[in-house]
């Protein structure tokens, strides 16, 4: 099994559907993150988790929620989906090292391809 | 803030030339680490390297090869006879240490390698 696992794999939805992506991770990382990818805009954060309790909005959080349900789950919602949030969507996860929290990187999910119609 | 920029967005090279892509970090920390990811076409990332601020050394890994510039706050990632399988798009990153550090990903440069 993956260490970071996203499902679903693809989904097209239609607008103003509720939808939810959901993580789930086997790192044990405290940790999780969401990203989109758009072409030409590269990976945008969405939202963070640094743990349970702990939720911080990113650069792009307008039109998306989140639930920590477990060190290992961290769920992405779209209240109400529109078109222009058709993308490829990321979860990550990485390592808390008090003030090193880079040299390990992130570990990164296979992604979602949301489609919304 | 840190930023980063890849310039290119889109490079085409034929089969077997040498191909380097540009990479543009800004920060204002002195310990920070640089990623370089390759997505490609089925979508997943990929992890090709990081670096970390206080090691300038190049590296080679058999056709890839990094520079590491702090002069020029560039990591700049060349591929040597590049092959078909080497076509996708490889983003650049960058994180600072710190409790709150996120990874900060530049737009990504699409490499199409055509025989």
């Known amino acids: 099994d993956a260490d970071v696992t996203q499902t679903p794999r693809n989904r097209i939805t239609k607008t103003g559907k509720r939808i939810m992506l959901e993580c789930s991770q086997t790192?044990?990382?405290?940790?999780m993150y969401w990203y989109r990818q758009d072409p030409g805009l590269g990976l945008r954060l969405i939202y963070y988790s640094f743990d349970v309790k702990d939720i911080n909005k990113g650069e792009i959080s307008d039109g998306y929620s989140v639930s920590r349900q477990a060190q290992a789950k961290f769920s992405l919602s779209l209240e109400s989906a529109i078109p222009n949030q058709t993308a490829l969507y990321f979860c990550?996860?990485?390592?808390?090292?008090?003030?090193?929290?880079?040299?390990?990187?992130?570990?990164f999910g296979s992604g979602t391809r949301l489609t919304v119609v | 803030a840190q930023k980063v920029t890849q310039a290119q967005t889109e490079i085409s090279v034929v089969e077997k030339e040498d191909v380097t892509l540009d990479c543009v970090y800004e920060t204002r920390d002195t310990t920070y680490y640089l990623f370089w990811y390759k997505q490609p076409p089925s979508g997943e990332l990929v992890f090709l390297i990081r670096?970390?601020?206080?090691?300038?050394q190049n590296e080679i890994s058999g056709r890839y090869s990094w520079n590491f510039q702090k002069s020029t706050s560039s990591f700049n990632f060349t591929i040597t006879a590049s092959q078909v399988v080497d076509s996708a798009v490889y983003f650049c990153a960058l994180i600072t240490t710190g409790t709150a550090s996120k990874l900060t990903f530049g737009t990504g440069t699409r490499l199409q390698v055509t025989l």
């Open positions: 790192k044990g990382h405290d940790r």
């Open positions: 670096r970390n601020s206080f090691d300038e």
């Open positions: 990550a996860t990485s390592e808390s090292h008090q003030g090193n929290e880079g040299e390990y990187g992130y570990t």
